[in-house]
């Protein structure tokens, strides 16, 4: 997959002897980046695809494939993208990240705002209370916003930043963690997404807050 080519090298090259802390992750062009600590493990790629398309062989889903990059990192000792909304059955709950490169259609770029970052997949920030009980439908249940800032404007990057607390198919209060940019050139979003209880979120609000201070996107403009 290419995204944490040379991950170990520069960590080992930042941190010196001490060895490396964070693993560097990066989209396939390099534009979209973060760090995740270096004990997480990432997701297998071939379950993302999986639950994000289906049966990975058909046309549509390979064409699908071509527009849609994605990494899934987990603290827990066994990953699982399952992780994504819940945590474990048992146990220490631990925090799970996933990132997400979009290109998107036309006519998702003559709709491009921030609501629309606010308001993509996974687990969609409701605008409305229609779109509200629309998500309870779904099994999104107990909606409690915790913040949410738009972020500085860096290089025609647009960007928001929301925390939000989601009761998953009537299981426990989780919390996420969203960022999401919009390229400069309107044609392609970029979103991360932590997950977490909310014991665990608080608990480990600094390493959080390392990784999405992290996220970056560099300016992509078309020729």
Known sequence: M???AGAAMAASVLSGCAGPQYTYVHDDTGDTYFKVPVSWRQVDQKTIDEQIFGGTE?????????ALWTAAFDAHDQP???HLVRGPASGEDKPFVFAKVEKLTEDKQNAASLNLLRVSPPMPVPLTEDQQKELETEGLSGFELLDDEVLPIVDGVKG???VY?????????QTFDKTAYLSADGT???????RCSPACYRQRAAEIAAIVKSFKVKRIINP
């Open 2 to 4: 290419g995204t944490v």
């Open 80 to 82: 699982s993208i399952l």
């Open 58 to 66: 058909s046309a549509t889903a390979q064409l699908a494939k071509q």
């Open 188 to 194: 392609t979003t970029s979103t991360l997404l932590i």
């Open 160 to 162: 928001v930043h929301t």
């Open 165 to 173: 607390n989601y009761r998953v198919a009537e299981g426990p209060v």
